[in-house]
């Protein structure tokens, strides 16, 4: 698939796309042309890393946890960051699952005064 395809189907753009090669998180083949030719897993792997991206994750550390994605299996190392990682995550869905139910009373509170 080439890399306009890939930036299309996985809502990133083709710089982005450029940038994670750079960083060892993607790869491509190269056409007789040059043009790039990305494997058919390329758009749910891009996917994949957006979502590390969100929670926080830099390209350096997702670059440490491939290994663990293309094989399932861990280090001891890998198993202590992912385990650090998921303990962070779990306390910023904590702080966030609290700011929801206060705003969800600042949205009830205001509901029930009369306009």
Known sequence: MRIGEVARRS???V???RYYEEQ???TSDR???GHREYAADAVDRVR???QLYAA???SRRIAELLPCIDTGTTTAEQRAMLDAERARLQG???ELTDALARLDELVAAAEARPA
Do not use: K
């Open 11 to 13: 809502g990133v753009s």
């Open 15 to 17: 710089r982005a796309l």
């Open 24 to 26: 060892g998180l993607l």
């Open 31 to 33: 056409t007789p042309g």
């Open 48 to 50: 994949f890393y957006q």
């Open 56 to 58: 926080g994750l830099p």
């Open 92 to 94: 910023r869905i904590a």
